[in-house]
T-cell receptor, first 116, second 118 residues
């Protein structure tokens, strides 16, 4: 149980366009979703935390207007990269805490974004 | 602020041998959790092992064990009897308290790339 489905797995888009990444909890209600970005051979850096029904909390240095996060329901959180540029090319991965489980987290399978 | 340090960017180990991946952490919170994850080239995050700050014994999960030294603030991962399939990135992570509802966020170390030689 506690599966998060992330789509798309990979996407290529042109500079200046927007891309939406979805993370959907399949068998539990995710009141919180963490969004990470990972550049090649680097660590996962937390970008923001979304909570169902409220505004997302962004980490320092992350542009709120560029990375739009929406958590409109208990089963869906989305990250939209607006006006994408080549430097936004990265691996994006979502994660939800599992409050009934000490080991606590389930991860999406990640989205590899390439901006050309 | 909490911090996780992994000082080994890359490690080699011979198949069937044991290997230790280092992790040190820094926190002022008396209650915390430490995790190890494996990330193969596919990018998925695979949970390996968890250690709570109040756990008296070191955690073990099959071939994985965690050498938890609280006073030294270290939480090293030991992989015994390495297999070729163990070649991957390994991340140490710490659960950091966040928000009034204690929704914890994970912070990650920089990772160690392990390569198992046949």
């Amino acid at each position: 149980g506690a599966v998060v489905s992330q789509h798309p797995s990979w996407v290529i888009c042109k500079s200046g366009t927007s891309v939406k990444i979805e993370c959907r909890s399949l068998d539990f209600q995710a009141t919180t979703m963490f969004w990470y970005r990972q550049f090649p051979k680097q660590s996962l850096m937390l970008m923001a935390t979304s909570n169902e029904g409220s505004k997302a909390t962004y980490e320092q240095g992350v542009e709120k207007d560029k990375f739009l996060i929406n958590h409109a329901s208990l089963t869906l959180s989305t990250l939209t990269v607006t006006s994408a540029h080549p430097e936004d090319s990265s691996f994006y991965i979502c994660s939800a805490p599992i409050i009934w489980d000490t080991y606590g987290y389930t991860f999406g399978s990640g989205t590899r974004l390439t901006v050309v | 602020a909490q911090k996780i340090t992994q000082t080994q960017p890359g490690m080699f180990v011979q198949e069937k041998e044991a290997v230790t991946l280092d992790c040190t952490y820094d926190t002022s919170d008396p209650s915390y959790g430490l995790f190890w994850y494996k990330q193969p080239s596919s990018g998925e995050m695979i949970f390996l092992i968890y250690q709570g700050s109040y756990d008296q014994q070191n955690a073990t999960e099959g071939r994985y064990s965690l050498n938890f030294q609280k006073a030294r603030k270290s939480a090293n991962l030991v992989i015994s009897a390495s297999q070729l399939g163990d070649s991957a990135m390994y991340f140490c992570a710490m659960r950091e308290e966040f928000g009034v509802d204690s929704s914890y966020k994970l912070i990650f170390g920089s990772g160690t790339r392990l390569l198992v030689r046949p």
